[in-house]
């Protein structure tokens, strides 16, 4: 991949986190913070994900800030719904859609290239925006997370799968149990 210029990176963790069932591997946050800046033009990196009373997700925004991630957080809200089976259930939710637009379009005069981690298909208006402001647009996306709405997108997005440098970036997902929260 090559960059044009100056760039911000924004990282959808709960996006990512959830990549893990399909790639059968953890993304590390830290070796991929490391990879990022092997990229000389990326100057900023930007993690968002939720805030809650659970130790897993306090610990993954500390470890977020220690790496040197800008991060962007705000509280969990959780929805009670019914389950398939029928059962009442709490579902957390917690979507950074609009901060990271809104982060993209406040930056547009400093950077020439954003990549964003994940695919979510609200994000194609995001991209078409960027796009007709002249701004490289790579969106990182793991395999079956993409969505329609951005693929889509017929010039000016340069889709990344993450298989192509997963090798240098994660960690053995752990066949039960399983780490952290999203």
Same mark, same amino acid.
Do not use: M
């Given at each position: ?25 953890? #993304?590390? =946050?830290? *070796?991929?913070?490391?990879? $990022? ?6 100057? %900023?990196?930007?993690?968002? +994900? ?38 009442? #259930?709490? =579902?957390? *939710?917690?979507?950074?859609? $609009? ?6 379009? %406040?930056?547009?005069?400093? +950077? ?71």
């Amino acid at each position: 991949l090559k960059l044009s210029g100056k760039t911000a990176v924004f990282i959808d963790w709960a996006n990512v986190y959830h990549w893990k069932d399909s790639l059968k591997k953890i #993304v590390d =946050l830290k *070796k991929l913070y490391r990879y $990022l800046l092997t990229y000389k033009q990326i100057k %900023e990196i930007n993690f968002y +994900f939720g805030t809650d009373v659970h130790p897993a997700s306090k610990s993954q925004i500390k470890r977020a800030q220690q790496i040197g991630c800008r991060v962007v957080t705000k509280p969990v809200k959780y929805i009670r719904t019914r389950a398939e089976s029928g059962e009442w #259930v709490n =579902l957390r *939710k917690c979507d950074f859609d $609009l901060e990271i637009g809104l982060d993209c379009f %406040e930056r547009l005069d400093k +950077f020439n290239s954003f990549i964003v981690f994940s695919g979510d298909g609200d994000f194609a208006t995001l991209y078409r925006r960027l796009i007709a402001k002249r701004k490289q647009t790579v969106v990182v996306f793991a395999q079956g997370h993409l969505g329609k709405e951005v693929r889509e997108i017929k010039r000016g997005v340069f889709l990344c799968v993450i298989k192509n440098f997963l090798s240098k970036i994660a960690k053995k997902y752990p066949p039960t149990g399983g780490q952290g929260r999203d």
